[in-house]
T-cell receptor, first 109, second 114 residues
Framework: DAKTTQPNSMESNEEEPVHLPCNHS???????IHWYRQLPSQGPEYVIH???SNVNNRMASLAIAEDRKSSTLILHRATLRDAAVYYC??????????FGQGTRLTINP | EAGVAQSPRYKIIEKRQSVAFWCNPI?????LYWYQQILGQGPKLLIQ????????DSQLPKDRFSAERLKGVDSTLKIQPAKLEDSAVYLC????????????FGEGSRLTVL
């Protein structure tokens, strides 16, 4: 039902960029792509969202492929506080967020 | 701005007992959600309210779970009777009704059923 595919886990080093991929090959023209992250023992936290164009905010950048079948969340300079589970989600109308398994990101000091 | 408030944070009960969780969303947010998150899994939507009406409750086990949002503000999720497999974190989220879909989550209520 989630209709997005992400790697189960990724690992990176502190102060290096991190690229988190997401596949959404069956996306429709009006579906938004949202990213949330969940730190240990906390509820999910909104990171960024986009429709067709690349997006930047204070937390991250979102690069959406031209055919919209995939996207990449970019953390430009990872810190230990970025260690979390990252969820890539399609919004299918009426703001219904369907979470998948997400990617567990580990940051090495 | 105050965030989404949930209580209790932790609850331990025995199977077949009942439990209730409370959620107070961000002021002015029309949409409220209850999610269930079992350890190691992503959150699963149980029910979505728009003001005090139900938008989606397709994954709510209605034989034992119930939820209400009186007056379109705070909400209560009840489980009666609880089963072992109901052990999970119950997350409440709210959003203003817009196309951006940004949800604000509470810290969750952790339920352990023995």
């Amino acid at each position: 039902d989630a209709k997005t595919t992400q790697p189960n886990s990724m690992e990176s080093n502190e102060e290096e960029p991190v690229h988190l991929p997401c596949n959404h090959s069956t996306i429709s023209g009006t579906d938004y792509i949202h990213w949330y992250r969940q730190l240990p023992s906390q509820g999910p936290e909104y990171v960024i969202h986009g429709l067709t164009s690349n997006v930047n905010n204070r937390m991250a950048s979102l690069a959406i492929a031209e055919d919209r079948k995939s996207s990449t969340l970019i953390l430009h300079r990872a810190t230990l506080r970025d260690a979390a589970v990252y969820y890539c989600i399609r919004i299918q109308g009426a703001q219904k967020l369907v979470f998948g398994q997400g990617t567990r990101l580990t940051i090495n000091p | 701005e105050a965030g989404v408030a949930q209580s209790p944070r932790y609850k331990i009960i025995e199977k077949r007992q009942s439990v209730a969780f409370w959620c107070n969303p961000i002021s002015g947010h029309a949409t409220l959600y209850w999610y269930q998150q079992i350890l190691g899994q992503g959150p699963k939507l149980l029910i979505q309210f728009q003001n005090n009406g139900v938008v989606d409750d397709s994954q709510l086990p209605k034989d034992r779970f119930s939820a209400e949002r009186l007056k379109g503000v705070d909400s209560t999720l009840k489980i009666q009777p609880a089963k072992l497999e109901d052990s999970a974190v119950y997350l409440c989220a709210s959003s203003s009704y817009s196309h951006t879909g940004e949800l604000f989550f509470g810290e969750g209520s952790r339920l352990t059923v023995l």
